[in-house]
């Protein structure tokens, strides 16, 4: 786990002056050391044998919390549960369409189409998100196969 990304997130919860319970720690700890996308319960699920008192619930509101500040990215998927991805980087996503693995992905300059949009449309762009879906190596192994 890279103690850069905990002490980042750390900064930014004492900016917007939010307490950093153990609860939330832990929350945290394990989105930045999971490079999975974990659901809100899969999380709950990992981390209630250290706080068997936590609900499902904490986890929730503690994710919309990370998520609201912005160092941790929602990412609704289908009628699936949304994944929960820290993002200390901007960073992109490919998605497997047969397993449902993602792998994050870095791409420079998308800054400018937002600065295109905002010429075009005359919106104020925020923020963009890119997915990109295909089969992943272990896939296409398979396919080849059958």
């Not at 919390?65 to 996503?93: C, N, W």
């Amino acid at each position: 786990m890279s103690h850069e990304e905990v002490n980042f997130a750390i900064e930014e919860l004492k900016k917007s002056n939010i307490r950093i319970t153990p609860q939330r720690h832990a929350v945290l700890e394990y989105l930045i050391e999971s490079h999975g996308h974990p659901t809100a319960d899969e999380i709950y699920q990992a981390l209630v044998p250290r706080f068997p008192n936590m609900s499902v619930a904490t986890v929730y509101n503690n994710l919309r919390l990370f998520t609201k500040i912005g160092f941790v990215q929602e990412m609704p998927y289908g009628d699936s549960s949304s994944r929960f991805d820290f993002a200390s980087k901007k960073h992109y996503h490919a998605i497997c369409q047969s397993c449902g693995k993602i792998v994050d992905t870095v791409y420079p300059g998308l800054e400018d189409v937002e600065m295109a949009v905002e010429r075009l449309t005359g919106y104020r762009i925020n923020t963009h998100r890119l997915e990109l879906y295909g089969l992943c190596p272990e896939c296409q192994k398979k396919s080849k196969k059958q």
